[in-house]
T-cell receptor
Framework: QQQVKQSPQSLIVQKGGISIINCAYE??????FPWYQQFPGKGPALLIA?????SEKKEGRFTISFNKSAKQFSLHIMDSQPGDSATYFC??????????FGAGTTVTVRA | DTAVSQTPKYLVTQMGNDKSIKCEQN?????MYWYKQDSKKFLKIMFS???????INETVPNRFSPKSPDKAHLNLHINSLELGDSAVYFC??????????????FGSGTQLSVL
């Protein structure tokens, strides 16, 4: 069963707009929450990550918001650019070599 | 110089055939993985090796057999291919301490199409 639920499945945003992707998990043993970005024909690559003791992490135009009590976290892409068009995966892990991925969100940024 | 490289990029074959996918990493990592991405882009771990030892074996048909000749290589052999095996298979590696914050480095994938 899927341990990390991700929504929406896809979204379209205008250039300069904000993209928001949401994820939720159940297993409180997870202690690391990365986001991976995948371009067509390529493998996923780590974009940004957060630990549950932090409520927000920002790297450039990408921000993770984390709500530990609700067991939810989200990725915000500010000032979205056409080059951000990709599939984004949230994930969760603990110390067991397994990374549980969400189902992915395909983001399309229209110029 | 590609960090995680896998070959072939594309593999088209008939049902019932046996095929192999090769993976090599030059990052000096101790752990390597095989992930399967289905047509809906869902990523699921199949196997993981740490220093040539199998540490993760998810519920994968035993037609799939990974082999790690050394810690820089992890190959995937598939026997008696079925239509449902069509997917993109990704090799990945990580430093390999088993820490939750380990970054995974993925190859570019092998698109397997079974006809």
């Amino acid at each position: 069963q899927q341990q990390v639920k991700q929504s929406p499945q896809s979204l379209i945003v205008q250039k300069g707009g904000i993209s928001i992707i949401n994820c939720a998990y159940e297993n409180t043993a997870f202690d690391y929450f990365p986001w991976y970005q995948q371009f067509p024909g390529k493998g996923p690559a780590l974009l940004i990550a957060i630990r549950p003791d932090v409520s927000e992490k920002k790297e450039g135009r990408f921000t993770i918001s984390f709500n530990k009590s609700a067991k939810q976290f989200s990725l915000h892409i500010m000032d979205s650019q056409p080059g951000d068009s990709a599939t984004y995966f949230c994930a969760a892990s603990r110390n067991d070599y397994k990374l549980s991925f969400g189902a992915g969100t395909t983001v399309t940024v229209r110029a | 110089d590609t960090a995680v490289s896998q070959t072939p990029k594309y593999l088209v074959t008939q049902m019932g055939n046996d095929k192999s996918i090769k993976c090599e990493q030059n990052l000096g990592h101790d752990t390597m993985y095989w992930y399967k991405q289905d047509s809906k882009k869902f990523l699921k771990i199949m196997f993981s090796y740490n220093n040539k030892e199998l540490i993760i074996n998810e519920t994968v048909p035993n037609r799939f057999s990974p082999k790690s000749p050394d810690k820089a290589h992890l190959n995937l052999h598939i026997n008696s291919l079925e239509l449902g095996d069509s997917a993109v298979y990704f090799c990945a590696s990580s430093q390999g301490q088993g820490q939750s914050n380990e970054k995974l480095f993925f190859g570019s994938g092998t698109q397997l199409s079974v006809l």
